[in-house]
Structure formats: structure tokens, C-alpha cells
């Protein structure tokens, strides 16, 4: 029934329309309009132009303003910091030229309507004005672009000997992480090897591999730098960690890396933002699949005795599961036993 | 007005002997080689696809705007995609981002635009009879009516459509096992785009030659109109692109189909080692992009030689710096081919290339930057016409501006880094790609419209459409420049499994809404359209007192263009208001001899020369009679 009563009204509605556009259609030729150059429709839509201009324009300044907390993410990386003063040098020089250009733009339309009692003036060309908007830009983009330049350097440039190592692996749909344990140096692996208890494919023939743990979450020290690994096992990932400005794809069959030191623990940043629930996070951006938006990676930054301590405390893969040494060399075994013993 | 068409008939047929034929339906209206009836293909052809492309992102805007949202009302049309519940399948929600950016990217501003103005107008504008070889012209568009149907069919099949991201990244676009759409409507994705790549190669081998070869006389380069100059390069710009694409695409088939391993390597997936291994995903992305990106200039390059002229004509003065639009063109062109990996600053590739295209990147800014400074003075001191064709002009370069300006956070790669594959990509691009050609579109088709149809579009419609839809596109992709910034990333079903992005449900919901209402709005140019194309006032020769040549053409054009011979071309397109003349405007085909009175001083030196030219020319002319 109701979808009969909405039906007719929108008929109606229809029909309405259709007369309103009919009758104007008349009226415009029975009052000549239609044969003038330019009739009185030009003149609202000059109007509208600066209408428009004004009405997006507060609205723009106004939600900038009153969302900025919002949308402005806390930093929580060095390179973090000097990224976004990038972004916002450049946010300060487009929006000049955005604002100067649209002001003209819809500006021009109301001064410049047409009037038959005028003629528009003849000016073809200006050489000299073509060079100053040709080099005005190119002097301001070549700045914005060298210091994009330094910042792009430093943040790919090789990540310092002591940096903490933190491989993430990428699958459908959810990240793993192996931390290299005492020796700082992860095992090799093969994605041949991976099996439902050796999700990762590491090699225990590598003896860098016998201290290698993995973890629920990534838990990183403060103020130090650390590297991420990341690598993919079957499609791309792309390891996106918002609050560190950090993002890098994780490709099957070429690792890839960023480093980074961060700069608030989790804690403190909870302090911050008075939100007691917060935590750094990672998520996917680069399309994998049906679960592409859920995957998810928690981050914690701690002081780094606290890390110190919490990397002490953490069980090796053979520790976890020592049917993963059964067909190793008796001498690698023999050494990841020892090995074993000697961290207890 | 009958009668008029007969004249016209009687004299094309007594002038053109090798253009007298008989045209019954099938040659007329289907498998015709006249471009002006290919370009009206190719434009009905694209308006069916983006009314498609535009239906399937409200249908993901539903689910980004109300998630949750009981969604049993459209199971008439998705069937089992929606779920028992009443939700979007998260695997089908790929499927539809992937096939409205492949629609609207390659079908709509890609072949509607540049394959309907292209087509339509590069005779009409140079003098030209038709296109040099009709027949190819006629294949362009049957390979593209071909991939239509192709890709058309997959959207049906059981398995959805290909679900990888417009991009198609391998190997989540090679392997079936990580995502149904990679199957069977992945093979169809391919299959329709390799037809697409044909069709667009046939077409544009057309436009090059034709441009080259077969403009009359007096047409120099430095007398087309800017409209030509951009489809010319276009069709450079697609023929030394689409091929790479091509290539990409087949050794895609190749590691699909034949075990190969051009982008597999090392994958564990669905519980089994594949025995691919040495390839890299890196490299489809580098061939993918060496025609993404100048891709973005195909669809661009055409909306904005569209707006010089209609904003040239429209503001009754010539076009600011004519040279310098060629130029930055020109510019634009070459170096459309040198950015391309800065989509790929994330990816892995070594940081060094990444500066490297960070500069050439922002090189490209220049001559954009110099176009809308062109634009902007050809306004000042005009006096503007606010046609509806004029209002999509204005309103093209405001997106040119608004989006561009986005291009330099992210062609800057340390800025990039954050809001790499962010709603603010999605906003940037949409703006400056998607929302700039889609004016440019609709500015050429209520600016031809009466060359097309012989008939007026409504123009209060026409303000109505343009007032609902700028607003409409500002309100759509402004809001997702903020939800870019907090680092919302794209291609998300929903974002509620993040601390980070749980916010913002207000802003998404406004922006479907306002998805909608301007998706709404485009049923008004809609019924413009075929109304008028019937029922329209019958226009004049000449309905914005433009200098082109196609206005020299009767209302009806024959397969043929011109009666009679086709007009010389005297000047540049660009002669508005010129001091001294009594209208403000002179066509192209008027002599600078019949025009002393506004002539320049270097015009007057010119003079005489063209009074030789013109005498010669009669000498010609009057020999060739006396043989007959």
C-alpha cells in the first residue's frame, strides 16, 4: 500500500516538474528570451558563482577548523615530526594559490557577465606574464620539492647498525612477526618450508635462526631506532603503521624495509590523548583480498629497559615447539640446545 | 527545414561523386564509417557505461555511508551478494571498486570522451571530409562495442567480476585462489581490455594521420584550434602507452594461463608452496603505470582543448597565450611519460628512482599551473556567456585546480609516504582526473550537441544539472581530503576494525548522500538529452557565433561534411572581439583581406600575400571547370 501511495506521489511530483519545465520553455519564447544572446539567466548564474565562492568557502574554513584535532593524527616517529611540517608548508603554499586562484575564478563570472553595451577586450598574449607564471612556480615547487628531496633521503637512507629488527610478514589476512632474538640477526627462510607450525618458513639449519621468536604484537622501544623487515607470503600487503608516518609494501619474493625511531610510548600517548584504550596500530593498504580491512597489528612502545626485559622473557620457535628441530643435524640441535640452556 | 536537407543532398551529390551512396539503417546508424555518427556511438556508448559505473559506486557508498545497513532491497539485482542478513559481501564490494574504476577510467572518459569528440569533431574542426581511413574508424568502434559486452557479461558471471583494484596488481590478479573475481572475470577483464587497447590504437592511429594529412587548406598547426591540438596529442600520447599496457597485460595471461612467472615469485597460498619463483610483482607495476599515468593525461588532455574553446568563444575574446597552451601541451605530453613510477613510492623500488620521479613529478606541475593562469586571464575583461557548456568549462578548471594542488602532497614522496593509498589519494584523483574530464564531457556535448542533433539542449535544464552536480562533486570529495589526512585507507569494506580510523561514520554518510543526490542529478542531462535530440528548438547554424569550421557546415551534415568545396581557412580560430571589427567575432574562413578595418599590423603585411594565394587558387578552379 505504501508503495503505491510513494509511486503516485512521485508521479505526481513527476508530472509537476514536467509542467513547471513545459510552461518556462513557452514563456521564454513567447517573451523572446530564447533569441537574445545571453538572457536573464546569466546574471544568476554570475550571482550563484559568488554565492558559491562564499557559501564552500566558509564551510571549508569553518570544518578545518573545528575538525582539526580530529583529523590531525598525533605523531609518534622522528621523521614523523618533519613529514608533517612538510605537509603543512606545503598545505600553507597550495592554499594560497588555491584560494587566490578561486577567488579570481568565480570572481571574474560576476564582474564580467556579458552586457551588450560592452566588448571584452582583445588580449591575446603576454609573453612576459607566461614567463613570471612559468618561473614563479617552478622556484617555488623546486623548493617544496628539495626539502621533500632531504627528508625522502634520510627516511630511506640505510638504518643504523644498532637498530632494532622487527620482520613483519604479511598474509591473507593478518600480519606475523619474528623478532632475531639475542644475535640481532634473523634466521633465513623459504617459503617452501612453510607448514601449519612453521608459519613463517624459517630455516632452523640457519643457525640464526635458533633464537628467533615470534610475538602477538609488535613491541618496540622508545627512542631508539628500529628496523622493520617486512615481506609478503602470498599477495601484496602494504604494512601502514598511521601514527609512525610509516608505510611500506610488502611484496612476495622482495623484502623490503623502513626504519624509524619512535617517539612516545603507547603509555604516554594514552596519557596524551586521555584515552586509556589507545594503541599504535597497523593496518593494510594495499588491496589483498575479502579481509583486506582487518588486518590489524597492534604496536607497543615501551621504555627500553622495559623492552630489554620483555625480549628476556619471550620463547624462542623451538622453545614453543621443539618437534621443529626433529630432522636437523644433530649438530645444530646440539647447539640449540646449549643455546637453550645457556639463556636460562 | 526539409527542404533545406534535400538542397544540401542535391548538391553534396552533384559536387562529390565518390560521396553519393544510399545509406540504409544498417550503414547509416551501425556499422557506419562517417565519424560524426562513430563519435554519437562512442557517446551513447559511454553515457550507457557511466550511468553503470556511477549505479555500482553508490552501491558502495551504501555500505561505506550506513554500514550495516539492511541491504535485502537490492537482492533483486546482486542476488547472493547480498548475504542472509541483508549485507554486502565484502569480496563483492572489491569487485564493485574495481569495475567502477576500470568503467569510468576506460570506458566513460576514456573512449566517451575522447573517442566521441575525437571522432566528431577532427573533421569538422580541419576540413576534412572524414576521418583518413572510415573503415578503421569503424573497427575502433566495434572493438570497443566488443570489450562492452565482454566486460558487460562479467559483471553477471557466478564468481563476480575482477575484484583486484582497477590496477590489477598481480598476484592477487593472477591467482583464482586469493580472490574469487581472479578467476573467470579476471579473464574477461583482460580479454575486454585487450579489445579496448585495439580499439583505441585504430582510433588514434585515425586522429594522427587525419590531423596530419588531411586539413584544408590555409589550416596550418598554428590555426587549429586548441581542441585539435589536444586530441592530436592524446592519440600520441595512447599510441606509445596503450601498447606497454598491452604487454603487461600479457604476460599477465602468460603467468594466469601458462605457468610462467613474470610477477610470481616465493608464494604460499590456500595451504601450498606455488612453484613460481624469480618473478617480480614490482615490475607490472612499473608497466602498468608507464600507461597509468599518461592515461590520467589521455582522459585530461581532451576536457581541457574542449574547455579552451568553448571558454574562448563563451568569454568573446581570443584564448590568453595560444602559443603558450600548445606548449605547455606539449610539455605535458612528454613528460606524462617520465612520472609514472611516482604512484610506486611505497612499493618497494629503490628509494633512489623514487627521487628521481619525485623531481620529474613536480616538473609536471609547471605547465598545469600555466594552463589555469591562461584560463583564468582569458576570463578577465571577457564578456562571459553563461552557457551550460561555459558553466562545465569553469567549472572543469576549478577541479583542474583543486585536485592538482592535492597532486603536489603527493608527488612530494616523503608527504606521500602518509597518505599513500589514503581517501586523500581518492579525493586528489577524483577531482583532477574523474570530476575535470567528466566537465570537460559535458561541456562538449552541450557545446556540440547542436552540431550533433541540429537541435538546442534546454539551457535552464542544463543550469540546473551544472548547479546540482559542481556542488554535488565538491561536497563528495572535499569531505574525503580530511578523512585522507587522518589516514582512512581506500578500498576498505569498513573501517571499524581501527582505534585509528573509528570516526568519521557523520562525513561518510554525508558523502554517500551527496553521492546520490548528484548521481541523481545526471537523470536530468539524461532526459535533456534524449528529449532535445527529438522534441529540442532547432537551432541555427551558428547558436554561440563561434569561428570554428564546424559551424560552417549545414544544420544536418551529410556524410561529407560540406557541400560543395570545403571552406580555406584564413585565420586562427581565436579572432573575438577584435578591435575595429562590427561583430565580435570572425570566423576562420573569412579573408584578412575582407577585414582591413580590424586587421593587426603584422595581418595587414599578410594581406597581400593572400590576395596572390586567392587569385592563383581561382586560376585553378577556373581550369579545372573548363575541362569538365
Known amino acids: ?344 | 527545414m526539409a527542404t533545406a536537407t534535400v538542397a544540401n543532398h542535391d548538391s553534396a551529390a552533384h559536387d562529390h561523386h565518390d560521396h553519393e551512396h544510399h545509406d540504409n539503417f544498417v550503414t547509416k546508424y551501425i556499422f557506419t564509417q562517417d565519424h560524426k555518427m562513430i563519435g554519437k556511438q562512442f557517446l551513447i556508448t559511454g553515457m550507457f557505461w557511466a550511468i553503470i559505473g556511477g549505479f555500482l559506486s553508490i552501491l558502495f557508498r551504501l555500505q561505506l555511508g550506513f554500514p550495516g545497513m539492511d541491504m535485502s532491497f537490492l537482492r533483486p539485482i546482486l542476488g547472493g551478494w547480498i548475504d542472509e542478513a541483508g549485507a554486502l559481501d565484502p569480496t563483492f564490494y572489491l569487485a564493485l571498486v574495481t569495475m567502477h574504476g576500470t568503467i569510468m577510467v576506460f570506458f566513460v572518459l576514456t573512449a566517451g570522451l575522447s573517442g566521441t569528440f575525437s571522432n566528431y569533431l577532427i573533421p569538422l574542426q580541419i576540413g576534412a571530409r572524414d576521418m583518413a581511413s572510415g573503415f578503421m574508424n569503424m573497427l575502433s568502434y566495434w572493438f570497443f562495442f566488443l570489450s562492452s559486452v565482454i566486460m558487460f557479461i562479467s559483471l553477471f558471471i557466478k564468481t563476480g567480476p575482477a575484484g583486484g583494484g582497477w590496477v590489477v596488481y598481480p598476484p592477487l590478479s593472477a591467482l583464482e585462489q586469493a580472490i574469487p573475481g581472479s578467476g573467470l572475470g579476471m579473464t574477461l577483464w583482460l580479454v575486454a581490455m585487450t579489445c579496448f587497447i585495439a580499439s583505441s590504437l585504430l582510433g588514434g592511429i585515425n586522429y594522427i594521420t587525419t590531423v596530419i594529412n588531411l586539413r584544408t587548406k590555409g589550416m596550418s598547426f598554428s590555426r587549429l584550434p586548441l581542441t585539435i591540438w589536444a586530441f592530436f596529442l592524446t592519440a600520441v600520447i595512447g599510441l606509445l602507452s596503450f601498447p606497454v599496457l598491452f604487454a603487461a597485460a600479457l604476460l599477465l595471461v602468460f603467468d594466469r594461463s601458462f605457468g610462467t612467472s613474470f610477477y610470481l615469485s616465493d608464494i604460499y597460498i590456500a595451504g601450498e608452496a606455488l612453484p613460481n619463483t624469480g618473478g617480480s610483482p614490482v615490475l607490472f607495476q612499473h608497466l602498468f603505470w608507464f600507461l597509468g599515468h599518461p592515461e590520467v593525461y589521455i582522459v585530461l588532455l581532451p576536457a581541457l582543448g574542449i574547455t579552451s574553446e568553448i571558454i574562448a568563444t563563451n568569454s568573446r575574446k581570443p584564448i590568453f597565450g595560444y602559443k603558450a597552451m600548445i606548449i605547455s601541451m606539449l610539455g605535458i605530453t612528454i613528460l606524462s611519460f617520465i612520472v609514472w613510477a611516482h604512484h610506486m613510492f611505497v612499493s618497494g623500488m629503490n628509494p633512489f628512482l623514487g627521487s628521481i620521479f619525485m623531481f620529474l613529478t613536480l616538473i609536471i606541475a609547471v605547465p598545469s599551473a600555466v594552463k589555469v593562469f591562461n584560463y583564468l586571464t582569458t576570463l578577465w575583461r571577457g564578456n562571459l556567456i553563461f552557457t551550460p557548456g561555459m558553466l562545465f568549462s569553469i567549472g572543469l578548471v576549478s577541479f583542474f585546480i583543486s585536485g592538482g594542488l592535492t597532486g603536489i602532497f603527493l608527488g612530494n614522496s616523503a608527504i606521500d609516504i602518509q597518505l599513500h593509498d589514503t581517501y586523500f589519494v581518492v579525493a586528489h584523483f577524483h577531482l583532477v582526473m574523474g570530476s575535470a574530464s567528466f566537465f570537460g564531457l559535458m561541456a562538449g556535448v552541450y557545446h556540440w550537441f547542436p552540431k550533433m542533433f541540429g537541435r538546442m539542449m534546454d539551457a535552464k535544464l542544463g543550469y540546473i544539472h551544472f548547479w546540482l552536480t559542481f556542488a554535488g562533486v565538491y561536497l563528495v570529495f572535499f569531505p574525503m581530503h580530511y578523512i585522507g589526512i587522518a589516514g582512512f585507507p581506500r578500498r576498505y569494506y569498513s573501517w571499524t576494525n581501527f582505534e585509528f580510523a573509528n570516526m568519521y561514520t557523520d562525513l561518510n554518510m554525508f558523502v554517500s548522500v551527496a553521492a546520490i543526490i548528484t548521481f541523481a542529478a545526471q537523470f536530468i542531462f539524461i532526459f535533456n538529452f534524449f528529449y532535445s535530440m527529438f522534441r529540442g528548438r532547432i537551432a541555427s547554424l551558428n547558436p554561440w557565433r563561434s569561428n570554428t569550421l564546424e559551424w560552417t557546415t549545414p544544420l544536418h551534415p551529410g556524410h561529407g561534411n560540406w557541400p560543395g568545396e570545403i571552406p580555406t581557412v584564413y585565420r586562427w580560430p581565436y579572432d573575438y572581439s577584435k578591435p575595429g571589427a562590427e561583430e565580435d567575432f570572425i570566423p576562420q574562413t573569412v579573408p584578412l583581406s575582407a577585414t582591413p578595418e580590424s586587421n593587426l599590423p603584422h595581418e595587414q603585411e599578410l594581406v597581400k600575400l593572400e590576395l596572390e594565394i586567392m587569385k592563383e587558387d581561382e586560376e585553378v578552379l577556373v581550369a579545372n571547370e573548363s575541362k569538365h
Not at chain 1, 501511495?5 to 511530483?13: M, P, R, T
Not at chain 1, 562564499?54 to 618533519?82: C, R
Not at chain 1, 551588450?116 to 617555488?140: C, M, Q
Not at chain 1, 612477526?177 to 630455516?203: E, F, K, M, Q
Request: aromatic letters at 12%; a negative charge.
Open chain 1, 1 to 344: 500500500m505504501y508503495g503505491f501511495l510513494i509511486g503516485v506521489g512521485v508521479l505526481l511530483l513527476l508530472s509537476i516538474i514536467w509542467m513547471v519545465y513545459r510552461i518556462q520553455t513557452l514563456v521564454s519564447v513567447v517573451k523572446g528570451s530564447d533569441k537574445k544572446v545571453a538572457s536573464g539567466s546569466n546574471k544568476v548564474n554570475a550571482v550563484l558563482f559568488v554565492l558559491f565562492l562564499v557559501g564552500t568557502g566558509i564551510l571549508m574554513f569553518w570544518y578545518s577548523i573545528k575538525e582539526f584535532d580530529n583529523y590531525q593524527l598525533p605523531v609518534a616517529s622522528e621523521h614523523g615530526v618533519i613529514t608533517d611540517q612538510l605537509f603543512w608548508i606545503t598545505m600553507a603554499v597550495t592554499g594560497i594559490v588555491f584560494l587566490i586562484t578561486h577567488v579570481l575564478l568565480f570572481i571574474f563570472p560576476y564582474k564580467y557577465q556579458y552586457s551588450e553595451k560592452r566588448k571584452a577586450s582583445f588580449y591575446p598574449d603576454n609573453n612576459k606574464l607566461e614567463i613570471i607564471w612559468t618561473v614563479v612556480p617552478g622556484v617555488v615547487l623546486a623548493g617544496l620539492v628539495i626539502s621533500g628531496w632531504m627528508a625522502w633521503s634520510d627516511i630511506t637512507a640505510p638504518a643504523p647498525e644498532k637498530a632494532h629488527v622487527v620482520e613483519i610478514m604479511g598474509y591473507q589476512f593478518a600480519w606475523e612477526i619474528r623478532y632475531p632474538g639475542a644475535d640481532n640477526v634473523l634466521g633465513d627462510y623459504d617459503y617452501r618450508l612453510i607448514t601449519a607450525s612453521n608459519s613463517h618458513g624459517v630455516d632452523f639449519t640457519d643457525k640464526n635462526s635458533i633464537d628467533d621468536f615470534s610475538s602477538p604484537k609488535v613491541v618496540i622501544p622508545k627512542g631508539e631506532p628500529v628496523l622493520f623487515k617486512i615481506r609478503a607470503r602470498d599477495v601484496l600487503h602494504s604494512v601502514f603503521a598511521p601514527h609512525m608516518r610509516l608505510k611500506m609494501d610488502a611484496v612476495p619474493g622482495m623484502p623490503t624495509r623502513f626504519w624509524f625511531v619512535p617517539t612516545k610510548t603507547t603509555a604516554e600517548m594514552r596519557i596524551e590523548l586521555n584515552d586509556p584504550e589507545f594503541e599504535y596500530e597497523i593496518a593494510c593498504t594495499e588491496i589483498c583480498g575479502r579481509g583486506h580491512f582487518s588486518m590489524k597489528k597492534v604496536i607497543e612502545v615501551v621504555e627500553p629497559e622495559a623492552y630489554q626485559k620483555w625480549l628476556s622473557e619471550q620463547k624462542t620457535f623451538l622453545q614453543m615447539n621443539p618437534a621443529l628441530a626433529e630432522g636437523l643435524p644433530t649438530e645444530t640441535k646440539e647447539l640449540a640446545e646449549i643455546q637453550l640452556k645457556g639463556n636460562k
